[in-house]
């Protein structure tokens, strides 16, 4: 993938002949021609993606940061830099999967501007001002400009209503000591200022595990997270080993431990947060999408913690996703788990379809019936085994639906069949 290792090169387009500019032994992401005649590019050989600068044979990293600048490209034209001036370059850095715009000068001073956006993507320049999509704590995305003259930031364009400030639970950053090091999330307490509940007692926890895997959950107005808070459920987003906006060596700890280490972090990062009382122990929950589906099936099969899952389009077959996912994916389980037929064990071991008798807690599973990524028959064949052998499995199906839900009906119906799911379990 290119977040792994990815060679630039350069073309002389009039002779037709072309030369590596960089080993291939790191990720090169993001290659642009500045205004200066130089070409600019982040490359993660330092442990994070920092700006380098190409003159002529003279190569310099302009800046060292123990963050990253950009994040991996799961779509072409992501924009993490532009240069704005001969000796100014304007980007996104990212630290603890949170972002922030700043200028590198030529120099390596960086000044960051403050802004209020902490997911931010799509930089761009634009006469005198700088542009992106930005999401903040208490708001969804923009079209955000910033005024280089003042470093102000106006909101220009922003398709959903802003929610009121007061009504929204704010990221907590949360440390737990895992297997391999520090694991980072956030966490988010119910808040909702107009309905009154018991003063005494500590919430029930919802742990959400991310897609990708190699992704990452920032602390960005979340509707979902919202969701869960404005019913009295605590919400923690872990960025659990191998997900992005922490440098290369946390992506590098998914290495052929996809299925292990994204679940022991999860249930570490539970752990600590109910050891720090803040969420009542025996009212657990964990959640995931996709990729996420499989962590949160392998981490039932470690553990009684929970006492429900919720999947949607979960991951359940490894051996089979890596001959149904789609072409941009193709080799990507050769580097989370290994060679698919060298390390066929390997493969079934971690692989929750096959070993569904070693799940007991309840889990509740939401599928669209054209997904092609994970097909409804993985999801209809994880539930029947579950039962079959003494577990308990709730499947939903929604027709016309793929890898994600689109349709707003049924992204409205998943949401309060998840919650009815959670509200049984605890009894209310």
């Known amino acids: 993938m290119p977040w792994t290792r990815s060679r630039l090169w350069r073309l002389d387009i009039e002779s037709g002949t072309y030369e590596a500019l960089t080993d291939g032994q790191s990720s090169v992401i993001e290659p642009r021609w500045g205004a200066d005649g130089s070409?600019?590019?982040l490359d993660d050989r330092a442990g994070w993606w920092q700006l380098y600068r190409l003159a002529g044979q003279s190569r310099r990293r302009l800046v060292e940061l123990a963050a990253d600048i950009g994040r991996p490209p799961w779509q072409l034209a992501h924009g993490h830099h532009v240069g704005i001036a001969d000796d100014v370059t304007i980007a996104v850095q990212v630290n603890s999967a949170r972002c922030a715009v700043v200028s590198i000068q030529q120099t390596g001073v960086v000044r960051d501007f403050g802004v209020a956006e902490v997911d931010i993507t799509q930089l761009q320049s634009g006469g005198d001002d700088v542009w992106y999509l930005g999401s903040r704590e208490d708001a969804p995305a923009a079209v955000c400009r910033l005024d280089m003259a003042s470093g102000k930031v106006e909101r220009v364009v922003c398709l959903e209503a802003r929610p009121d400030s007061d009504s929204v639970s704010r990221p907590e950053k949360m440390v737990a000591q895992g297997m391999q090091g520090e694991v980072h999330g956030y966490l988010y307490r119910p808040h909702c200022p107009d309905v009154s509940g018991p003063e005494a007692g500590r919430p029930p926890l919802l742990l959400r595990a991310h897609g990708g895997p190699t992704a990452m959950r920032?602390?960005?107005?979340n509707p979902e997270v919202q969701f869960w808070t404005g019913h009295g459920v605590a919400v923690l987003e872990v960025n659990y080993g191998g997900s992005s906006g922490h440098g290369r060596h946390y992506r590098e700890r998914l290495r052929g431990n996809w299925g292990i280490t994204d679940r022991d972090d999860c249930i570490c990062m539970a752990d600590a947060v109910a050891a720090r009382g803040?969420?009542?122990p025996g009212q657990m929950f964990i959640a995931g999408n996709s990729a996420g589906g499989l962590t949160v099936l392998n981490a039932l099969r470690q553990t009684g913690r929970f006492r429900g899952g919720l999947c949607r389009w979960a991951v359940t077959d490894l051996a089979r996703l890596s001959t149904l996912t789609h072409r941009f994916e193709r080799g990507y389980l050769d580097f989370l788990v290994?060679?698919?037929?060298r390390d066929s064990a390997r493969y079934a071991r971690r692989s929750p379809a096959l070993n569904a008798h070693e799940i007991t807690t309840p889990v509740l599973l939401i599928q669209g019936d054209v997904d092609r990524i994970v097909p409804l028959s993985q999801a209809t064949a994880?539930?029947?085994?579950?039962?079959?052998?003494?577990g308990s499995a709730e499947l939903h199906v929604y027709p016309a639906e793929g890898h994600g839900l689109r349709n707003a009906a049924n992204i409205r119906s998943a949401a309060s069949s998840e919650l009815a799911f959670v509200r049984g379990m605890l009894g209310h």
């Open 218 to 221: 920032s602390p960005a107005w």
């Open 338 to 341: 290994g060679d698919p037929v």
């Open 39 to 41: 070409l600019y590019y």
């Open 382 to 390: 994880m539930a029947d085994a579950m039962i079959a052998n003494g």
């Open 278 to 280: 803040l969420c009542d």
